[in-house]
């Protein structure tokens, strides 16, 4: 069974990059029919889906954090991993790492997710 | 971009009623690409409805999803007490993939 499990620094300055790995186990991250995603979480609001990756390296963010982002595959060690640099308060959240595919019969959303790790940024 | 917006935002109801949920997107969602998730506190969202009305693995039948274009429906058919939560919409059509704001289903 799929499973991902993100790791990271728990606090950050602000101002530094905010840096990420989601590690996949029971599966192949090479696999032609699958995105991995970032989703955000602020505490007590809603979810925010950051970007996704192809693992060939095709990248989609969201626009209004497409200026700091990046997001990258590791497929010698299964993982992938997210970047989000000049971090305010703001970025404060619980981040998740998620997967979705797509086939030639249809797409499927975010399934299944990691535990989520809760990033906070101060000084 | 679509926006999606949900409604209403908090729904107080008693176990055993039945819920009714909205989701709305500012543009027609792409072959009903639309999802439902379930999150409680603590916990990763859930995936229970794909493609707007089709079910995840294990998830009871009383959870139903409906809709098209730019309209979606989540119904929770009789309220269990484990059903109380926050439920999201989100659209993967076509990139970006934003999430509705969500709807907190409480206890009355």
């Known amino acids: 069974q799929l499973q991902l499990q993100e790791s990271g620094p728990g606090l950050v300055k602000p101002s530094e990059t905010l840096s990420l790995t989601c590690t996949v186990s029971?599966?192949?991250?090479?696999?032609?029919?699958?995105?991995w995603g970032w989703i955000r979480q602020p505490p007590g609001k809603g979810l925010e889906w950051i970007g996704s990756?192809?693992?060939?390296?095709?990248?989609y963010y969201t626009p209004s954090l497409k200026s700091r982002v990046t997001i990258s595959v590791d497929t010698s060690k299964n993982q992938f991993s997210l970047n989000l640099s000049s971090v305010t308060a703001a970025d404060t959240a619980v981040y998740y790492c998620?997967?979705?595919?797509?086939?030639?019969?249809?797409?499927?959303?975010?399934?299944?997710w990691g535990p989520g790790t809760l990033v906070t940024v101060s000084s | 971009e679509i926006v999606l917006t949900q409604s209403p935002g908090t729904l107080s109801l008693s176990p055993g009623e039945r819920a009714t949920l909205s989701c709305r997107a500012s543009?027609?969602?792409?072959?009903?690409?639309l999802a439902w998730y379930q999150q409680k506190p603590g916990q990763a969202p859930r995936l229970l409805i794909y493609?707007?009305?089709s079910r995840a693995t294990g998830i009871p039948d009383r959870f139903s999803g409906s809709g098209s274009e730019t309209d979606f429906t989540l119904t929770i058919s009789r309220l269990e007490p484990e059903d109380f939560a926050v439920y999201y919409c989100?659209?993967?059509?076509?990139?970006?993939?934003?999430f509705g704001q969500g709807t907190r289903l409480e206890i009355k």
């Open positions: 029971g599966g192949s991250i090479t696999s032609n029919n699958f995105y």
């Open positions: 989100q659209q993967y059509g076509r990139s970006p993939d934003p």
């Open positions: 493609g707007s009305s």
């Open positions: 998620a997967r979705r595919a797509d086939y030639v019969w249809g797409s499927y959303p975010f399934d299944p």
């Open positions: 543009q027609s969602v792409r072959s009903s690409y």
């Open positions: 990756i192809f693992y060939s390296g095709s990248t």
